[in-house]
């Protein structure tokens, strides 16, 4: 399974406006997220309209505008991130639990396999919040 640049993208400009709200008292504007982490600011704003129709970021406009979190870091998922973009977090080929990946319709012998990576995969991603990843608390002891 591989994490498109949607998804991953979208995590780390979240990431930057969570560790940057407590900061300043203004919103955050996507072009200084876009220099910060080296993403184009024209794709930051595809993404951007993508979060605020699902609920995550508000927007204000104006003198001092740019983008805030809707809710907290600590209850905004990185699970709720990546589907606000439309990534898949799928590891099977199949589209469909009705139809396989093969020919006749048929599953492969490993879909069960990638099935359940993905079912881990959402798991993990549905419990650890924007807080986790900008206070460092996903890093393992060295």
């Known amino acids: 399974m591989r ?3 949607k998804g991953r993208y979208a995590v780390m400009a979240m990431a930057d406006l969570a560790q940057r709200e407590h900061e300043a008292a203004r919103a955050v504007a996507l072009a200084d997220i876009a220099a ?11 993404l951007f309209a993508r979060l605020r129709r699902k ?9 001092g505008g740019g983008y805030r979190l809707a809710r907290t870091a600590e209850t905004t998922t990185i699970a709720e991130i990546v ?3 439309d990534e898949p977090l799928r590891a099977t080929r199949c589209h469909g639990l009705a139809k396989g990946c093969m020919m006749r319709g048929e599953r492969c012998l490993t879909h069960d396999l990638w099935e359940d990576l993905g079912e881990h995969i959402e798991s993990y ?5 924007l807080a986790d990843v900008v206070g ?3 890093r393992r002891a060295a």
Not at 55 to 63: D, E, F, Q, T, Y
Not at 125 to 129: E, W, Y
Request: net charge positive; aromatic share 2%; charged share 20%.
């Open 36 to 46: 910060r982490q080296e993403i184009s600011l024209s794709y930051l704003e595809q």
């Open 136 to 138: 460092g608390k996903l």
């Open 125 to 129: 991603l549905a419990s650890v919040s």
């Open 3 to 5: 994490l498109s640049t």
């Open 83 to 85: 589907h606000a973009v």
């Open 55 to 63: 609920g995550l970021v508000k927007s204000a406009r104006g003198p």
